[in-house]
């Protein structure tokens, strides 16, 4: 299955929070995070994070990013299904 | 966190980038919580503990839902660091469900209890979704001394099984205590106990009236001599004492009563739903059962915390109100008004200046 045609949505053992003008993700269950770091997102992680529902695929998500943020849509293509990877990683998303 | 690619910063690299923020766009970015103010220990020196089963107090105490509502409000506003604390506030029957709530809310949860009521229920549970750090109070290494300030026969034995069951499941935790003259005599014995178990250890030996201004906890200080020659006994504890004064000691920077970061990004919530601007000032309250925090925060809090001392504030003037814990909430419960200097908190902190040499007096 090609990439962008996966559909993920976020898991609930991970909370993001805007706090001041940071952007961060606070883990909820044990091994999803240690104590002593804490995940920030950039601006364009933050969009993704939101535009990240259970409905729209990761196609779906480049090309809102390529219309919102100056950028390729090869980079973003490829930048994406990086961070959706890490995402999945530390289980803050999963697929379905 | 494994997630390399997304920035993953310290928690203190974090805070001072956050810092700057909180202060310039005022964000309730810490908050503490008590959850209930009774207890099952009865310690000699507490500020605020009320009989296990008081029914006037189980009847004030906000309810679940309440509580829930109040995370609601203060996850909106912006805060990221919440302490839950009481009284003992494992004695909430909903314990679990406030903590899983807060939890869900995303915040930084620190937990203060006197660990006697830790089960391997709640260790589990604290397990699988994990507080930023539990604080457990323990007043000696003997029986004797930690049963000597809490009252009750057993709590030792309670305590230490608590801290087993949260050691074994590898919850952080940091021990610590108050010294008084009660346990002044274990207090080295018992940072060697928390070193051994090898989880950190902080001790405070400033003790304040109770909340309804009763003196009876102050029966039972330290010597401000005591105090300091506790301080000099510790090397790392003067080395850091030595480095906060470098950095933040002189004269206060603005005219306004209130010196400290209250208000500004720090709040607190006591169990009947009453939100001050730090756990130390309850004199005067915004009643959240009765309103929201958001107008709590953005009108009752701007008006309090820009109040002005009304007469000559001695300690408005002082270069060493950095190292002291004067504020004008202690000087209420102390001396019954805001401005008095606390005395005892000032001879601490003159012969700690001394004794640091900070400065010549």
């Given amino acids: ?96 | 966190m494994e997630c390399p690619h997304i920035p993953s910063i310290s928690y203190a690299q974090f805070s001072e980038r956050l810092h700057k923020q909180i202060i310039a766009q005022r964000i309730p970015i810490k908050g503490s919580f008590e959850l209930t103010f009774r207890c099952n220990l009865r310690c000699a020196h507490c500020y605020c503990n009320l009989p296990l089963n008081d029914q006037d107090a189980i009847g004030k105490e906000l309810t679940t839902e309440q509580v829930f509502s109040i995370f609601d409000q203060i996850a909106e506003a912006g805060c990221l660091w919440l302490l839950l604390t009481g009284g003992e506030p494992l004695l909430r029957k909903d314990f679990l469900e406030i903590y899983a709530y807060a939890k869900k809310k995303g915040f930084l949860i620190s937990l203060f209890t006197n660990g006697t009521l830790i089960t391997p229920k709640i260790a589990d549970y604290l397990a699988e979704s994990p507080p930023s750090e539990v604080e457990i109070t323990l007043y000696g290494v003997t029986k004797e001394t930690h049963e000597k300030v809490t009252g009750i026969p057993g709590s030792f034995k309670r305590c230490q099984k608590g801290i087993e069951l949260l050691l074994a499941k590898k919850i952080p935790l940091r021990l610590k205590t108050m010294a008084m003259t009660l346990n002044q005599d274990e207090l080295l014995n018992i940072k060697e106990y928390a070193e051994g178990l090898g989880v950190k250890f902080r001790y405070d030996p400033e003790l304040n009236p109770r909340l309804d201004c009763s003196k009876t906890p102050c029966n039972f200080r330290l010597s401000p001599e005591e105090v300091v020659k506790l301080d000099l006994a510790d090397e790392k504890r003067v080395k850091e004492w030595r480095e906060f004064c470098e950095k933040f000691l002189g004269p206060p920077q603005s005219d306004n009563l209130y010196l400290c970061g209250a208000g500004i990004s720090l709040f607190h919530i006591d169990p009947y739903g009453q939100l001050s601007v730090c756990m130390m000032s309850r004199y005067q309250n915004y009643d959240l059962r009765h309103g929201s925090f958001h107008n709590g925060w953005s009108n009752f809090f701007p008006r309090f915390i820009a109040q002005k001392p009304k007469s000559d504030y001695k300690c408005g003037q002082c270069e060493l109100i950095a190292l002291c814990s004067q504020c004008p909430g202690w000087a209420w419960v102390e001396n019954g008004d805001l401005e008095t200097p606390v005395e005892y908190l000032c001879k601490i902190t003159h012969l700690r200046a001394e004794a640091f040499n900070i400065k010549k007096l």
């Fill in chain 1, 1 to 96: 299955m090609d990439f962008l045609d996966k559909v993920y949505k976020k898991s609930d053992s991970i909370v993001f929070r805007k706090i001041a003008d940071e952007f961060i993700l606070v883990p909820i269950r044990q091994n999803v995070g240690d104590l002593e770091s804490i995940c920030t997102l950039n601006e364009v992680g933050a969009r993704i994070w939101e535009l990240i529902d259970g409905e729209k695929k990761v196609r779906e998500i480049k090309d809102k990013i390529v219309e919102e943020f100056e950028v390729t849509p090869e980079e973003a293509e490829k930048d994406l299904i990086e961070y959706l990877q890490q995402l999945e990683g530390i289980e803050a998303i999963i697929e379905g």
